[in-house]
């Protein structure tokens, strides 16, 4: 399988602080990426150098064998990547539907002019991406809050439509920050089960920072481990699990 | 009860998708419609002079400024020197196009559109900074819009005493005074030129709202970060924003001076009425297009209510200063009031009215 996405000795400092250090890793097309490590070791960070939030100092990304230092947000999303926050980045103000509606706002090629007259082109693109909205809504079991606006709902449910507001942008690679952060077993098992059939059955490559060590392991094909912004592991989740450096930097070691 | 909402399913996504989706709903719109055409033309000058065609003109420019502030979140204090470009764009345009080719409904639109690109030019600094320090920027607009006007006497075609009368002539569009018999420049005549442009605008602005341009719209207002990683380009969509409201304030600004006071007064647009405008928005509802029509008709009237029942019932007690005072006394308690029980307005009051209605008597 090719490399999706490589990350090559990026740094990146915020003044004086340095987030991240030289980090190279490779995604594999097709697997799922867990990217963990403790707080603060950089792992947001790393997500936003990837798709375009943060510009970093040194180093490249190549995705889809295009090299650069650094890409523009909207430029990542119509290179096909779509992404998850990590204190959820939803439109409060509006609906379960309008939310995942605005994942599908590439796809919507008809002017304004034509929308505020509703006609022709942007009546037809409204029905043909509520379709694909509607699939994504009932993929992820969330039929019954359809309407329900979005500031109202569960913070599970609130991770799961931030979820479907990626998924249905159709992306090739989606990266996901802490999407099981706060929720308890059923939810998890729930949000697993989702970032697994996405996997697996759409063939969606998944980058995800996660801290569920449990989820980690029984998830993800590869595993890539930051600590204080320096990479300190890389590899299959049982390899990185004997990994020593890995041990110390959750464990603490004696000095 | 003839009012229900049971039994009412929809079957494909262009119906889930309709403004009105009940069919008593779309009963009682062609009867409003029916109403506005043919009854209100017919009541006194007095109303519409005095009532509806102000409140269509000042409607319109809160539902302009909803576009840009409830919609984008942009915050604006430049919605009267919008109005004024526009005010001022359309006499221009009527008075210096050759007769036979500009009529005054183009005139609007054109001097709308020229609004909207003026809105565009003081919307840039929205790309880099937002909230109070936009609000500044658009603060610059208003007075350098009125300070244009006052200083260059050519547009006001040298007019010395600052107001210049609109000719009878610039109204007669299209021949159709001849053609109907009607004089147009009576009130009855503007006031179905003013109803069918706000009727027409309304309808675009809700379209809007329930579109993708809405959808982005919003989420620049709630989450730019997000919208630009979903790949809605933000400085784009801002800037259209801005377009689309001043667009909107241009011809609110046209109505205003054309189809109610009958001349170009530049007194008209200073920054109080920029104010009174964000009031109506605020009362009314940021974010709800038919908000904005119930707060500008509440404001509006509010002053006039308030005198009749001082002429009525106390004899005329109250002076206009009285008025003038407890009537922005009264504002600024709805406005607390509002923003501390019910952020969303009188629209979000007609929503839970509606809720509590559908529940009664059944508390829950």
């Known amino acids: ?255 | 009860m003839i009012y229900r909402e049971t039994g009412h399913f929809v079957t494909n996504y262009l119906k889930d998708r309709e403004i009105f989706p009940l069919k008593f709903d779309k009963i009682i719109v062609i009867l409003g419609l029916l109403f506005l055409y043919l009854y209100m033309p017919t009541t006194s000058e007095y109303m519409l002079s005095a009532h509806v065609i102000p409140i269509l003109a000042v409607g319109l420019a809160t539902v302009g400024l909803n576009i840009l502030t409830g919609l984008t979140g942009q915050l604006s204090l430049g919605t009267a020197g919008f109005m004024c470009v526009g005010a001022f764009g359309t006499y221009n345009l009527m008075l210096r196009m050759p007769e036979n080719l500009m009529s005054l409904p183009v005139a609007l639109l054109l001097s709308g559109i020229f609004a909207g690109l003026v809105g565009v030019i003081f919307g840039l600094p929205a790309i880099r900074i937002k909230g109070f320090y936009l609000l500044v920027s658009t603060l610059a607009a208003q007075y350098f819009v009125w300070w244009f006007f006052n200083s260059y006497a050519w547009f006001l075609n040298y007019e010395s005493s600052g107001v210049v009368a609109i000719a009878p002539h610039m109204y007669d569009y299209w021949g159709l005074g001849n053609l109907l018999g009607v004089d147009m420049q009576g009130y009855p005549a503007r006031y179905l030129l003013a109803l069918t442009i706000c009727i027409g605008l309304t309808y675009f602005a809700k379209n809007l709202l329930r579109s993708n341009t809405g959808r982005n719209f919003m989420s620049v207002r709630d989450r730019d970060i997000a919208a630009s990683v979903m790949g809605i380009s933000v400085p784009r969509t801002k800037l259209l924003a801005f377009f689309v409201s001043c667009f909107y304030c241009g011809i609110a600004g046209g109505i205003y001076s054309f189809l109610y006071i009958g001349n170009v007064d530049l007194m008209i647009y200073e920054i109080d009425r920029s104010f009174t405008i964000l009031f109506m928005l605020i009362i009314g509802g940021l974010g709800s297009i038919s908000g904005s029509w119930l707060g500008a008709i509440f404001v509006y009237e509010f002053p006039i209510l308030f005198t009749w029942v001082g002429d009525t019932i106390f004899q005329g007690a109250f002076n206009t200063a009285v008025v003038e005072n407890v009537s922005n006394m009264v504002y600024g308690v709805f406005i607390i009031a509002l923003l501390i029980r019910e952020p969303g307005g009188f629209a979000a009051l007609w929503a839970t009215t509606k809720q509590k209605l559908r529940m009664w008597p059944y508390p829950h």
Not at chain 1, 142 to 170: C, H, N
């Open chain 1, 1 to 255: 399988m090719t490399d999706i996405l490589k990350v090559e000795n990026v740094t990146l400092q915020f003044g004086g602080v340095k987030a991240i250090t030289d980090i190279s890793f490779n995604v594999k097309e097709g697997e799922i990426c867990a990217v963990i490590g403790p707080n603060g070791a950089g792992k947001s960070s790393m997500l936003n150098v990837i798709n375009g939030v943060y510009l970093p100092q040194i180093g490249t990304v190549t995705y889809n064998g295009v090299e650069r230092r650094s890409i523009n947000p909207r430029d990542a999303a119509i290179a096909g990547m779509a992404r998850t926050f990590q204190n959820i980045a939803l439109f409060q103000g509006m609906t379960v539907l309008e939310n995942i509606m605005t994942g599908r706002n590439l796809f919507m090629k008809s002017t304004w002019l034509e929308q505020g007259l509703n006609i022709g082109r942007a009546r037809k693109e409204e029905q043909q991406n509520r379709l694909a909205v509607e699939k994504v809504i009932k993929f992820l079991q969330i039929e019954s809050i359809r309407k329900t606006p979005v500031s109202k709902l569960p913070y599970g449910l609130q991770k799961r439509v931030e979820l479907g507001r990626a998924l249905v942008a159709e992306p090739k690679i989606l990266l996901l920050d802490e999407p099981m952060a706060g929720m308890n077993l059923e939810e998890k098992a729930d949000m697993s089960c989702f970032i697994l059939e996405i996997n697996k059955e759409q063939g969606i490559t998944t980058v995800m920072i996660e801290h569920d060590m449990g989820v980690v392991m029984d998830i993800s094909d590869h595993v890539v481990v930051l600590d204080y912004g320096k990479k300190i592991g890389d590899g299959s989740p049982k390899e990185v699990m004997a990994n020593q450096d890995v041990i110390d930097a959750y464990l603490g070691v004696s000095h």
